[in-house]
C-alpha cells in the first residue's frame, strides 16, 4: 500500500498551516511513496534554494533507515565512519538532518515518508509530525508498542539500542 495523493497534500497543507501559525521561516515539504518516489512537494514562498533537495533527502534517510532523519544524524555524529559508508552507497540521497519521517498507515505499516526543511531541525520535526498527524496517519512513535516489527529505537548507543 502508498500514501494516496489526498494523503499527501493533507500533509503538506497542514505542515505548512502549522509552519504559518508558529511563523516558522518559509518552509518546503516533500510527501513521498515506499522507495522515496515523489507524490507531492510544496515550497512555500521566499523559501530557499535546493529546498526540495534537502527535503527529498531528509524523507530518503528515514525510508533509507527505518528512523527519523534526526535519529541518522544522531547515527552520523556518533559513527560517521558507517553513516559515510551509506551515505556514498546511496548516492549521497541521504541528508541527515532532522525533519524526515516515515509516515504509517492506521495498522502501522510504512507507506511513505515526509520531509520538511526550513526551520530548525526540531520545528521541522514538529511539522512533519503534525502534518501526518492532520492526515489521519502514523509516525514511528506513534507504532512503537505495536511490537517488534513496528517498533521504533528512540535510544541510542554502541549497540545500537
Known amino acids: 500500500m502508498s500514501i494516496t495523493l489526498d494523503q499527501a497534500n ?12 508558529l511563523d516558522c521561516r518559509p518552509i518546503s515539504v516533500v510527501v513521498v511513496e515506499p522507495g522515496c518516489i515523489v507524490k507531492a512537494f510544496q515550497k512555500e514562498d521566499g523559501a530557499s534554494m535546493i529546498r526540495f533537495e534537502m527535503a527529498l533527502g531528509k524523507a530518503y534517510a528515514a525510508l533509507a533507515l527505518s528512523r527519523s532523519s534526526k535519529f541518522v544524524r544522531i547515527r552520523n555524529e556518533e559513527k560517521p565512519a558507517f553513516m559515510r559508508y551509506l551515505m556514498t552507497a546511496s548516492g549521497d540521497r541521504i541528508f541527515a538532518e532532522g525533519g524526515g519521517l516515515q509516515i504509517r498507515d492506521k495498522n502501522g505499516e510504512v507507506i511513505g515518508a515526509v520531509g520538511v526543511t526550513g526551520d530548525t531541525e526540531d520545528r521541522d520535526e514538529e511539522l512533519a509530525t503534525h502534518g501526518i498527524h492532520a492526515a489521519g496517519l502514523k509516525t ?4 512503537k508498542d505495536m511490537g517488534r516489527k513496528f517498533r521504533m529505537r528512540v535510544t541510542s548507543g554502541a549497540d545500537g539500542r
Open 140 to 143: 514511528d512513535e506513534d507504532c
Open 10 to 21: 493533507q500533509i503538506i497543507a497542514a505542515a505548512i498551516k502549522r509552519g504559518i501559525e
